[in-house]
Nanobody, 120 residues
Framework: QVQLVESGGGLVQPGGSLRLSCAAS????????MGWYRQAPGKQREFVAR???????DYADSVEGRFTISRDGAKNTVYLQMNSLKPEDTAVYYC??????????????WGQGTQVTVSS
């Protein structure tokens, strides 16, 4: 019904930067919010950042000031610019979207995840 495709993960040294992208496609009427979560090995999935349709943003304390979330509404795409990366940022990053589909029902969708590894 709706697909989220992430890209941009990879291996980076501590202090480096990466930019993640997530494009939503399918039976979309509107998108209420898009965001990112992450899951490190042996840990639960945790919230990273979110941007709602009006443009307001919200960040986890652990990434505030280092990560920036933005959105291209015309492309139904959300970005996560990650700067000053630390080894503890290593995780699989998942895109999430709250979508109103063409039937006007609302659903939560997840991407397949993209690996981010911060290591020297």
């Amino acid at each position: 019904q709706v697909q989220l495709v992430e890209s941009g993960g990879g291996l980076v040294q501590p202090g480096g930067s990466l930019r993640l992208s997530c494009a939503a496609s399918g039976s979309i009427f509107s998108i209420n919010a898009m965001g990112w979560y992450r899951q490190a090995p042996g840990k639960q999935r945790e919230f990273v950042a979110r941007i709602i349709s009006g443009g307001s943003t919200d960040y986890a304390d652990s990434v505030e000031g280092r990560f920036t979330i933005s959105r291209d509404g015309a492309k139904n795409t959300v970005y996560l610019q990650m700067n000053s990366l630390k080894p503890e940022d290593t995780a699989v990053y998942y895109c999430n979207a709250g979508v109103v589909v063409t039937s006007r029902a609302q659903y939560d969708f997840w991407g397949q995840g993209t690996q981010v590894t911060v290591s020297s």
